[in-house]
């Protein structure tokens, strides 16, 4: 920490941001001793060449032209590169929060050096950054997309299913059953489109394309409030552009306006 670099300062929630500024340039640029040596500065990567710190704080300083902001709120800003920063640092900072002591003994723990670990000195557990990985699936039949809504969207909202990855379940078999599960329809040819960090709080999102195989849609009251097949002609409203189930959606509705059934192009 001896040379100038980005923060990313976080308090109750939202980021210091400098809204009037473009790409990495949103967080503060600051030089070195802005915050002395604080033990819990994590390094989260580099912006724009420099490094970038991210810090919890009780209360922001005092930068002409900040604003506190929602992490959501950074893509809009500044882009995808910036938020996947962002992103990561809010991530580590709620590992590092969270993981203040033993799981094992209860005894307080310390970061490791050389590694991204929470180390117990009594027992020495290591408590790394959780990564939770949730399969989404956008089903095709034919000229339809099903789409599903969950009680938590924004309203009239609706996207691709998806749910959380058990342990011992392949993506491939958790993807089955969480389509089973949340609306009843049995799926086929399930094919990889992409992944995205997601960090509300930290999962990492996998998502996939599949046919239609059968049955008959049932919403799963406590997880879907409502789910439908939709024609690119009078879809509902969709995701915002900052998560993966909207590119997933305009992935597969530039494949239908190509008139090649069967073939979808990444995005």
Not at 150 to 161: I, R, T
Not at 167 to 175: I, S
Request: aromatic share 8%.
């Amino acid at each position: 920490m001896n040379q100038p670099a980005y923060w990313i300062l976080r308090c109750e929630h939202r980021l210091l941001a400098l809204p009037g500024k473009a790409s990495a340039d949103i967080f503060p640029l600051l030089p070195a001793g802005t915050f002395g040596h604080p033990e819990n500065a994590l390094y989260v990567g580099e912006l724009n060449g420099q490094p970038c710190h991210a810090l919890d704080v009780e209360a922001f300083p005092e930068i002409p032209g900040s604003e506190p902001t929602p992490l959501r709120a950074v893509f809009s800003l500044a882009g995808a590169e910036t938020f996947a920063v962002a992103g990561r640092a809010t991530q580590l900072l709620d590992w590092r929060r969270n993981h203040r002591f033993c799981g094992h003994c209860g005894t307080p723990t310390i970061l490791k050096q050389g590694e991204l670990a929470m180390q117990c000195p009594n027992c020495g557990l290591l408590a790394y950054p959780r990564i939770s990985p949730a399969v989404m699936v956008l089903v095709r039949d034919g000229e339809k997309l099903l789409l599903g809504r969950s009680p938590h969207f924004k309203p009239g909202v609706f996207s691709a299913l998806a749910g959380f990855v058990e342990a011992g379940e392949t993506l491939e078999a958790c993807a089955a059953r969480e389509v089973r599960e949340e609306v009843g329809v049995e799926i086929r040819n399930l094919r990889y489109f992409d992944s995205q960090p997601w960090p509300f709080p930290n999962s990492l999102m996998v998502a996939f394309f599949a046919d239609y195989a059968g049955g008959t849609i049932t919403p799963e009251p406590t997880e879907i409030e409502a789910a439908d097949w939709f024609p690119p002609e009078a879809l509902p409203l969709l995701p915002e552009p900052i998560s993966i189930a909207r590119r997933l959606i305009e992935a597969a509705l530039r494949d239908m306006a190509s008139a090649k059934p069967g073939r979808v192009e990444q995005a």
